[in-house]
């Protein structure tokens, strides 16, 4: 996965948005493996900065 971007981020949520992935042969972005998104919690800590 490439690193995430700003849009697929939600501070106020703590969430990121995993909706594509990388095909790192081809320099593609592409849908995830399991062609599934998905949303993942942010650590408090990290999130601290953020703001």
Excluded: F
């Excluded at 849009?7 to 106020?12: A, F, Y």
């Excluded at 042969?25 to 995830?32: K, L, N, P």
């Excluded at 493996?33 to 650590?43: C, F, H, L, M, P």
Aim: glycine share 8%.
């Amino acid at each position: 996965m490439k690193a995430p971007m700003w849009e697929d981020t939600n501070l106020d949520r703590g969430t990121v948005h995993i909706h594509r992935g990388s095909d790192r042969y081809r320099d593609q972005e592409e849908a995830t493996k399991t062609g599934q998104a998905r949303q993942v919690s942010i650590e408090p800590e990290p999130l601290r900065s953020c703001g």
